[in-house]
């Protein structure tokens, strides 16, 4: 296996959390032993908690060391009161960044020493919720650590020389352009505004008709909601579905809403209009919307109107596609996309695309 082998198995880790880590980047992290066994592939996986780096060493120390699992979880516990029985459930829990940080400082035993690191941004050096990652692989004597993309971001970039000032091999660039292509949303809402079109259609290309995803989708599409600054639907989806386009799959916060329509003339019973703290606004501009993150859900007429005015801010598509046959009319849209990944969530597929 080569260096590029092991970063795809990290970057294909990140983008099962994109645009969910936001403010922060997806990254991902492998870690493998001195004698080049991968102990642990893990990403991060929501802002103000384990980076990637402390959640992949964490997780690989487990694999070294049952013990350190049990004292883990008793500890862990006991501090917050939790009820984790065994790793996982941890896996799909959101750590505690300082107290994880520090439990690794103090209970890792030099198991990883001459370990190997895959990462596809740059470790950070700065002091946020916990020190800096980069200091996590001196502090526990990593052999090398390979990275995909340059962390740009003046307050946090530095780590690649604190691993090289420990005397810790530092390789640049392993698979740039997918690691580059998985950071573009970070660096978008950075510098203005990420936007994206969700759409699910059935096997069979059907986007009406009611529910046609599976639950895990709406679930996903729930937690992306959780984290939006803005969602925009238009005026014919509101009035036909009368949706309600809150979170509570996630059980997170409802985005704000922007309706897109030439008329004002909605039935305000339906039940986004309802939702507690949220706001609503009706418009038939999308200019000036100034939100850095921002979803538009709907179907094949707004996604047709957007493309044929050319909206300069949308650039990619999340499309869920169930497993499911569906009597309807088959999306009708003439335009091209490019994949960037693709996952199966639970009976059903989705992915990223960018539009050509």
Same mark, same amino acid.
């Given at each position: ?16 959390? &994109? ?19 991968? =102990? ?14 402390? $959640?992949?060493?964490?997780?690989? &120390?487990? *694999?070294?060391?049952?013990?350190? =699992?049990?004292?883990?979880?008793? @500890? ?35 198991? $990883? ?10 470790? %950070? ?7 800096? %990652? ?5 502090? $526990?004597? !990593? ?19 604190? =691993? ?10 392993? &698979? ?38 599976? @639950? ?20 014919? *989806? ?22 897109? *329509? ?9 039940? $986004? ?11 038939? *501009?999308? %200019? ?13 007429? @707004? ?37 960037? !990944? ?13 539009? %050509?």
């Amino acid at each position: 296996m080569n260096d590029e082998f092991y970063m795809d198995l990290a970057i294909k880790k990140a983008w099962q959390f &994109l645009v969910l880590t936001y403010p922060n980047p997806a990254v991902g992290c492998v870690i493998l032993d001195e004698n080049g066994r991968i =102990l642990s592939i893990k990403a991060h996986k929501k802002a103000g908690f384990l980076h990637a780096e402390p $959640l992949a060493i964490l997780f690989a &120390l487990f *694999s070294k060391n049952g013990e350190i =699992l049990s004292e883990f979880l008793r @500890l862990y516990n006991q501090f917050f009161n939790t009820n984790f029985k065994n790793q996982n459930e941890l896996e799909n829990a959101d750590l505690d960044a300082k107290f994880s940080y520090d439990f690794i400082l103090k209970n890792h035993s030099n198991l $990883l020493k001459n370990a190997t690191a895959y990462v596809t941004l740059e470790p %950070c050096a700065h002091q946020g919720k916990t020190p800096p %990652c980069a200091n996590l692989f001196v502090a $526990l004597k !990593f052999k090398s650590v390979i990275i995909s993309q340059s962390d740009l971001n003046k307050i946090a970039s530095g780590g690649a020389k604190i =691993l090289k000032d420990a005397g810790i091999a530092v390789k640049m660039g392993v &698979l740039n352009d997918e690691g580059k292509k998985l950071l573009e949303p970070f660096v978008s809402w950075q510098s203005g505004n990420f936007s994206f079109f969700k759409l699910a259609i059935s096997k069979n290309g059907v986007a009406t008709g009611g529910i046609i995803s599976n @639950l895990k989708s709406r679930t996903h599409a729930h937690e992306l909601r959780g984290v939006l600054d803005l969602l925009i639907i238009g005026g014919n *989806s509101v009035r036909t579905d009368r949706p309600r386009l809150d979170a509570r799959l996630a059980n997170a916060k409802a985005p704000d809403v922007l309706i897109y *329509s030439k008329r004002d003339d909605f039935d305000k019973t339906i039940p $986004l209009f309802n939702v507690p703290n949220r706001g609503v606004k009706i418009s038939n *501009s999308l %200019c000036n919307l100034n939100a850095k993150l921002i979803m538009y859900e709907g179907g094949e007429n @707004l996604l047709k109107e957007m493309i044929n005015h050319k909206i300069s801010n949308l650039k990619w598509l999340l499309i869920y596609q169930s497993s499911q046959f569906k009597t309807g009319r088959n999306v009708m849209l003439d335009f091209s996309l490019n994949p960037l !990944f693709q996952s199966k969530i639970d009976d059903g597929i989705y992915g990223w695309y960018e539009l %050509c």
